[in-house]
């Protein structure tokens, strides 16, 4: 069997994942309903091209994930295996590789990237194995053959390119505060002949 092809998954066990993400976005929401479209929809989405995606019906799971990009700007790869409970709470922007293993309640915040590094020595190179219980910030990217272990929280904008242990944290770059200036005083800066002339 082809590496990235998912291990078959029968139809109830598909529909007991689906019923699983619209419990976890209760939990997460209050309500599934006011987030059918598109937070419920991608991971939907995603259980139903999986599931065709294991059937041996690779055409036909790409078109379910190809629309759901369409609709909701989230790329997420039919052979990525997700486990139950997972949570899209920002879709734009998402991509998630075909050889992307994650574990329960995975939350995903937006604009993460999880996937494959580029190596010459390792032309397949390799891709995130995500434990239970992790959230993945606004604009972090996890890439390579790394572990992510339980409960660990990837914070927004972090590169994470190493392992990170369980119940581990990461953080990108902090923006710094400077004092307030006047105007003139910000233009003459950033533009020095314009304020000679003046």
């Given at each position: 069997m082809d590496p990235t092809t998912p291990a078959p998954v029968s139809a109830r066990g598909t529909w007991a994942l689906i019923r699983s993400d619209l419990d976890e976005a209760r939990v997460w929401w209050g309500s599934a309903l006011t987030h059918s479209f598109p937070n419920v929809y991608v991971a939907v989405s995603h259980r139903i091209a999986h599931h065709l995606e294991a059937?041996?019906?690779r055409p036909l799971a790409y078109v379910v994930a190809i629309v759901c990009q369409m609709l909701t700007g989230a790329e997420i790869r039919p052979s990525a295996a997700i486990g139950p409970r997972f949570v899209v709470v920002h879709p734009s922007g998402i991509v998630v590789g075909p050889d992307v293993v994650?574990?329960?309640?995975?939350?995903?915040?937006?604009?993460?990237t999880l996937?494959?590094?580029?190596?010459?020595?390792?032309p397949r190179g390799g891709s995130p194995v995500i434990g239970d219980d992790v959230h993945i910030g606004?604009?972090?990217v996890l890439l390579g053959p790394i572990s992510v272990g339980d409960g660990a929280r990837i914070g927004a904008l972090s590169l994470v390119v190493t392992d990170v242990p369980e119940g581990g944290r990461t953080k990108g770059p902090v923006a710094t505060v400077s004092a307030p200036r006047r105007l003139a005083e910000a233009e003459a800066e950033a533009e020095?002949?314009?304020?000679e002339e003046a």
């Open positions: 059937a041996g019906l994650a574990g329960e309640r995975l939350k995903l915040f937006g604009k993460n996937g494959r590094y580029r190596d010459p020595r390792d606004t604009m972090a020095p002949g314009l304020a």
